[in-house]
């Protein structure tokens, strides 16, 4: 099957498990990794996780995402590489005292859309999404309390969203990892996995194991 | 009513990085020795994670309920109302926080045991920081020798001798004290990163060496070396090459059939009779509250529960507290100044420097700007910092970093490029700073904020220092210098920090000494005025070395269980 990779900048080679436990062996670990095989997790369907927030809410915190994290040369936006499952299980899971404070923000930040421009936050242009974020970054909207708190748990949840291990629902694919060249949670490292100067082959493996990564 | 259990030798109360080392020579001269823990026995091969989320992000083996329940309050002067902290820095867990450490165990200068008289040697009494309560330690540096080398070859201790009885081997530490012999292990495995600031720092006249780590570089007792995954920091160690107490000393005397370990036991009072001694503790687990009698018993929580026990532990003798009759308890405490909120020097390099992998203590380490090891004359304060540059770097900590300034927003596609271009090229310096007690810096018990039990938390006083943060920016100085040799473009920082805060690095509150108005615990840790209660752990520390103190904390253990076992012997 073909190997995929998730982004174009980190053109790293992407090793093959065999050549990984190959390179674990001689190196002399003494666990070795059970490394993920990973050939065909971009093609499945993202994980069924529920929507705490909401459908409206959650198409408000996508585009927040995709602003943060846009889809470009190097990689797909936030919310493609899962970032808003990332952000939806945390609250349903460990994160559940955040979901009123983040829900009324995030409806708050789209009743500002709405009043200045009569659609909803998603639906706006890029420019516009991004004059209403930096005046929330600064806790310049009147109608979003601690607005400046709000911005940065968003910036902060979708930064653990998109470079998380696959694991919780984001970083589909590698996506996250692959675009900031960390080839992947392992058990051992050799040493060639510490050389400077070059960027490291992807792994595209996953703390919890293949069947877990999520995808 | 409390249930009265049968007596026992030794009643240990926590089965950290102190009280997990402490078992061993109880057990081994045959004292039948109970040790209560707050936490449980953990299970690397199924608690410990390689995961960002689960380590660093839901801190799921660093929490623990007791210490999450009694959160220090804090407030940096006395007309504050102290708040409490949003998170213990310390876990519960058979084996403490020894699990989730960074493993860097070092032994002191010789020169932070006798701050006070080598400052005054060497420039005069008016060189002593203002407001400082520095005493000398009741002991040498030589007097601790044969236990730092006990718990070096015990726990398990990887490095590289700088003096050995006087021979100096510069690929060592040229500055630490002599020792006895050298580490049973080799330092860590090194890395490309880990030689090319070696290099860059003999560049400049540093004379780097690699530090000291708690983690097997090859199999030891039993255990293998470690396999650099990354995951060091709040995660333990899933094949146990971490020499957490877990996995090394409370086994083995487990094993000799004389230590019983009872988890989940929350220990509320240590009980004395009318002639001032210790009787036993009292505890609860599963709702039920016990009272377990000892000959002796040796406190062996973190910094701030051995203070709020003994001050929560009133009796007609000692009604302040236990050993508080000279109002000395949670006095001359302070936490490692820079730890967790103080300087840090920030580098961007021009090309990856993948330092992923790896662990925080496979790194490189300078002490020439540390201690007493250059003259602090023209300098106006005493002390310094060490500089360590060190490897193991998550993702998610990796890509919110610092933008150095060169994109406008912390956001968007410009900053989507810079940080896909250097989140593998940038790194932090780890820098430690000698810190001493000051008559600003206090515990005490919090008026307003109770545990779940309805006892007062620790309340910590702690007012600015001037002394330390002047000795730290003028290291950041030297580390800033450091990078730059190393082909840094970018290098942030060097401004004294935002000052004390809660620390896995507390000190003092039962300081050791000779005099017990400036004291606590005597020369080997005993409370002056109940003498078969022994106090372990940073409490009894009274100046912080540059560096963590956790061996130096293993080895003033050791040598209090070695002096109980005189004392009840004799009895």
């Known amino acids: 099957m073909q190997k995929k990779s998730g982004g174009n900048l980190p053109a790293g080679r992407s090793m093959n498990r065999r050549e990984l436990l190959q390179n674990g062996v001689k190196a002399g670990a003494v666990v070795l990794i059970p490394l993920v095989d990973t050939s065909c997790t971009t093609e499945l369907p993202p994980p069924a996780v529920s929507t705490p927030l909401g459908s409206d809410n959650d198409r408000t915190l996508a585009a927040v995402a995709d ?81 400046q708190a709000l911005f940065n748990r968003l910036l902060r949840l979708t930064l653990e969203g998109m470079f998380s ?26 040493p060639d996995m510490q050389k400077m100067r070059e960027r490291l082959p992807m792994l595209h493996t996953s703390g919890h194991g293949a069947e877990h990564d999520g995808h | 009513m409390a249930i009265n259990l049968p007596e026992t ?47 660093n992000v839901r801190a799921l083996v660093t929490t623990g309920n007791k210490a999450g329940n009694e959160v220090p309050t804090f407030r940096t002067a006395p007309d504050q109302v102290a708040r409490q902290q949003p998170r213990h820095p310390m876990m519960n867990a058979v084996g403490g926080t020894s699990i989730h450490y960074h493993a860097q165990s070092w032994r002191l200068n010789p020169w932070d045991f006798r701050v006070k008289s080598a400052t005054i040697e060497r420039y005069g009494k008016e060189f002593l920081p203002e407001g400082t309560t520095v005493e000398d330690w009741p002991l040498r540096y030589q007097d601790l020798e044969p236990f730092y080398d006990h718990i070096e070859y015990e726990v398990g201790v990887s490095g590289k001798a700088g003096n050995i009885q006087g021979k100096i081997d510069g690929t060592g530490n040229i500055f630490e004290g002599p020792r006895k012999r050298d580490y049973p292990m080799p330092p860590l495995r090194s890395c490309e990163f880990v030689d090319h600031m070696t290099q860059a720092a003999r560049s400049i006249g540093f004379h780097p060496y690699r530090g000291p780590a708690a983690i097997n570089s090859q199999p030891y007792q039993g255990r293998p070396g470690c396999a650099f995954h990354g995951w060091c ?33 929350n220990v509320r009072r240590i009980e004395t009779d009318n002639t001032g001694k210790a009787t036993g503790v009292t505890y609860f687990r599963n709702g039920k509250e016990y009272f377990q009698p000892a000959r002796a018993v040796l406190l062996g929580t973190y910094a701030y529960e051995n203070i709020r026990l003994l001050l929560l532990s009133q009796s007609a003798f000692h009604p302040n507290g236990l050993g508080n009759n000279r109002g000395q308890v949670g006095k001359h405490h302070f936490g490692h100044w820079d730890v967790q909120a103080g300087v840090a020097v920030s580098a961007l390099f021009p090309f990856d420097i993948n330092t992923w992998y790896g662990a925080i203590a496979q790194g490189v380490m300078v002490d020439d700007w540390a201690d007493d090891n250059f003259d602090h004359k023209a300098l106006g304060f005493i002390g310094g910092s060490t500089l360590h540059a060190y490897t193991e770097k998550h993702p ?135 003498p078969n209660l022994g106090v372990i752990g940073g409490s009894v520390m009274g100046t912080a070395g540059a560096r963590n103190p956790t061996q130096t904390i293993q080895a003033l253990a050791w040598r209090t269980a070695e002096q109980l076992v005189r004392t009840l012997r004799r009895a």
């Open chain 2, 396 to 530: 998610i900590a990796s890509a919110a970093m610092n933008t150095f300034g060169r994109v406008p927003k912390r956001w968007g596609s410009e900053w989507k490029r810079f940080i896909a271009e250097n989140a593998g090229r940038w790194t932090t310096a780890y820098i430690q700073t000698n810190t001493f007690p000051y008559s600003n810096n206090w515990a005490d018990l919090d008026p307003n904020v109770r545990d779940p039990f309805g006892d007062p938390v620790l309340r910590i006083t702690a007012g600015p220092k001037l002394n330390e943060p002047k000795a730290a920016s003028y290291a950041s100085g030297k580390m800033i210098e450091w990078f730059r040799a190393a082909g840094a473009t970018e290098i942030m920082g060097g401004q004294g920090g935002t000052g004390p805060a809660l620390s896995t690095h507390a000190h003092g509150g039962t300081r050791m000494g000779l005099d017990p108005n400036t004291s606590v615990t005597n020369a080997f840790g005993f409370v002056h005025d109940c």
């Open chain 1, 165 to 190: 291990d696959p694991y919780y629902g984001g970083n589909a694919g590698y996506a996250g990892w692959d675009l900031i060249g960390y080839p992947g949670a392992v058990l051992a490292s050799t």
């Open chain 2, 9 to 55: 030798d030794v009643v240990v109360v926590g089965l950290g990085a102190a009280g997990g080392v402490a078992v061993l020579p109880l057990a081994w001269a045959g004292l039948k020795v109970i040790g209560l823990e707050a936490g449980t026995w953990m299970n690397p091969g199924q608690d410990y994670k390689p995961d960002e989320i689960h380590n």
């Open chain 2, 233 to 265: 920091d709040r995660g333990g160690c899933h094949i146990r090459a971490k020499s957490s107490t877990d996995v090394t000393t409370i086994p083995r005397a487990v094993s000799t059939g004389n230590l019983s370990v009872v988890d989940n036991a």
């Open chain 1, 67 to 147: 602003r943060i994290l846009p889809a470009d040369e190097l990689g797909p936006s936030a919310s493609a590489a899962g970032v808003v499952h990332y952000i939806n299980r945390s609250l349903a899971e460990w994160n559940q005292t955040e979901l009123p404070v983040l829900g009324k923000g995030l409806a708050d930040l789209n009743e500002v859309a709405i009043a200045r421009h009569l659609y909803e936050f998603s639906a706006l242009t890029g420019e516009q999404q991004d004059a209403i974020l930096t005046e929330l970054e600064a806790g310049k909207l009147d109608k979003v309390v601690n607005g």
